[in-house]
């Protein structure tokens, strides 16, 4: 099940839709067998501890946890609130249209963005106030410091008052005409906002949105736009200002997020983001394998082929397991020892829509169905 990339051309949309059609035409001709599954080695106990709705996410929206709760959004516009160790749903709301990008909060104001560029905040589960954009945003907003942050597909970076809605400030810099469809990196680090231009990393300013520091992390390279198409994705892993992320089908890097220098970083040929603790990372390659680097220098510790053109999400660290979900809606378990297979448990029998997150001793599972799942490993 390899993965196609969803590209948007910032100049020519003819030309970036005809892009796509030919990649999933080349893609749909000649896809790899699923790796057979093998038995449940069940080493782990498992155990379902709830489940709930949330709507169709056919299009995957980032999940956001704040304390104890999960916000989650349906492609159509629901939004909810479910506590991570019952299930129970706190509050939802809807914002009358889909979205294109998922939900941010800060436990006081959450904010969506619509396929229509609208930024729209609640509050209590309550609209508050909608701010038309100039352009498509895929990432979900940062809200922190009575800010709403956004990163526009274009990777332009604007911020908001989250009382009022209004812009405070917009920083653009001249970018690629063809950027990856897909979220990127908008996060902050101690006073520090983190977002991304083509392969390097950027600390802002949030005050301002002048340029503290800007770190290289991969470098495009071929002869034509995509091939030379690098971009950094959601999906990090921090411990301290050890920052860990992946450059689109290029590479793997850890950066100091605080003094704005690369400190590592190694090939790798995956799409989606990547997971680790203090002294590992984790991540699924677009042929399935899922590989562990050692967080300090990157060197690589194992490979795991068991799950080979699975269709695999993003990785967690869940508890003493990593755990990722695949096309047919099973997380597996791996060890992060070794990438042994745990134990396997299954979900609706629809793909994994997005990245699993780890809350309250709880791994939180979305399938592409809207059914969210909470597992406890024991």
Same mark, same amino acid.
């Given at each position: 099940?390899?993965?196609?990339?969803?590209?948007?051309?910032?100049v020519?949309?003819?030309?970036?839709? /005809?892009?796509?059609?030919?990649?999933?035409a %080349? =893609?749909?001709?000649?896809?790899?067998?699923?790796?057979?599954?093998?038995?449940?080695?069940?080493?782990?106990?498992?155990?379902?501890?709830?489940?709930? !709705?949330?709507?169709?996410?056919?299009?995957?929206?980032?999940?956001?946890?704040?304390?104890?709760?999960?916000?989650? =959004?349906?492609?159509?516009?629901?939004?909810? =609130?479910?506590?991570?160790?019952?299930?129970?749903?706190? *509050?939802?709301? !809807?914002?009358?249209a889909?979205?294109?990008?998922?939900?941010?909060?800060?436990?006081? /104001?959450?904010?969506?963005?619509?396929?229509?560029?609208?930024?729209?905040?609640?509050? !209590?589960?309550?609209?508050? *106030?909608?701010q038309?954009?100039?352009?498509?945003?895929?990432?979900?907003?940062?809200v922190?410091?009575?800010?709403?942050?956004?990163?526009?597909?274009?990777?332009?970076?604007?911020?908001?008052?989250?009382?009022?809605?209004?812009?405070?400030?917009?920083?653009?810099?001249?970018?690629?005409?063809?950027?990856?469809?897909?979220?990127?990196?908008?996060?902050?680090?101690?006073?520090?906002?983190?977002?991304?231009q083509?392969g390097?990393?950027?600390?802002?300013?949030?005050?301002?949105?002048?340029?503290?520091?800007?770190?290289?992390?991969?470098?495009?390279?071929?002869?034509?736009?995509?091939?030379?198409?690098?971009?950094?994705?959601?999906?990090?892993?921090?411990?301290?200002?050890?920052?860990?992320?992946?450059?689109?089908?290029?590479?793997?890097? %850890?950066?100091?997020?605080?003094?704005?220098?690369?400190? *590592?970083?190694k090939?790798?040929?995956?799409?989606?983001?990547?997971?680790?603790?203090v !002294?590992?990372?984790?991540?699924?390659?677009?042929?399935?394998?899922?590989?562990?680097?050692?967080r300090?220098?990157g060197?690589?510790?194992?490979?795991?082929?068991?799950?080979?053109?699975?269709?695999?999400?993003?990785?967690?660290?869940?508890?003493?397991?990593?755990?990722?979900?695949?096309?047919?809606?099973?997380?597996?378990?791996?060890?992060?020892?070794?990438?042994?297979?745990?134990?396997?448990?299954?979900?609706?029998?629809?793909?994994?829509?997005?990245?699993?997150? *780890?809350v309250?001793?709880?791994?939180?599972?979305?399938?592409?169905?809207?059914?969210?799942?909470?597992?406890?490993?024991?």
């Amino acid at each position: 099940m390899r993965q196609v990339p969803r590209l948007i051309s910032l100049v020519q949309g003819f030309l970036a839709l /005809t892009l796509v059609l030919v990649l999933q035409a %080349c =893609a749909s001709s000649d896809k790899p067998k699923p790796t057979a599954l093998e038995a449940n080695p069940a080493q782990v106990g498992v155990k379902e501890l709830w489940r709930a !709705s949330v709507g169709d996410t056919a299009l995957p929206l980032e999940v956001r946890v704040v304390g104890a709760q999960v916000l989650l =959004a349906s492609t159509q516009g629901d939004i909810s =609130a479910l506590d991570a160790r019952s299930g129970k749903q706190v *509050w939802r709301a !809807s914002v009358g249209a889909p979205l294109s990008a998922g939900v941010g909060s800060d436990g006081d /104001t959450v904010a969506v963005v619509t396929r229509e560029n609208q930024l729209v905040a609640l509050r !209590s589960g309550k609209e508050v *106030w909608r701010q038309k954009l100039p352009s498509l945003t895929l990432t979900s907003p940062l809200v922190a410091g009575a800010r709403v942050f956004l990163l526009s597909a274009d990777r332009t970076v604007s911020a908001f008052d989250a009382a009022t809605g209004r812009r405070l400030w917009l920083q653009q810099r001249p970018g690629d005409a063809l950027v990856l469809g897909q979220p990127g990196i908008l996060m902050a680090v101690g006073d520090t906002l983190l977002s991304t231009q083509s392969g390097r990393l950027l600390g802002l300013n949030p005050q301002n949105g002048t340029v503290r520091w800007d770190a290289a992390v991969a470098m495009g390279r071929g002869v034509n736009e995509v091939e030379r198409l690098v971009d950094l994705v959601a999906g990090t892993s921090r411990v301290g200002n050890n920052l860990c992320l992946r450059a689109f089908q290029s590479t793997v890097a %850890c950066v100091d997020a605080q003094a704005g220098r690369t400190l *590592w970083t190694k090939p790798a040929s995956g799409a989606s983001g990547i997971a680790g603790d203090v !002294s590992t990372v984790v991540g699924a390659e677009s042929d399935g394998r899922v590989v562990a680097w050692r967080r300090s220098d990157g060197e690589k510790l194992w490979t795991s082929e068991k799950l080979r053109f699975r269709g695999l999400s993003a990785p967690v660290v869940a508890g003493r397991a990593v755990a990722v979900g695949d096309f047919e809606g099973f997380v597996h378990f791996l060890s992060p020892k070794d990438g042994a297979l745990l134990a396997r448990v299954a979900s609706d029998g629809s793909p994994i829509a997005l990245a699993p997150v *780890w809350v309250e001793d709880t791994l939180v599972v979305v399938t592409q169905r809207g059914t969210v799942i909470g597992f406890r490993p024991e």
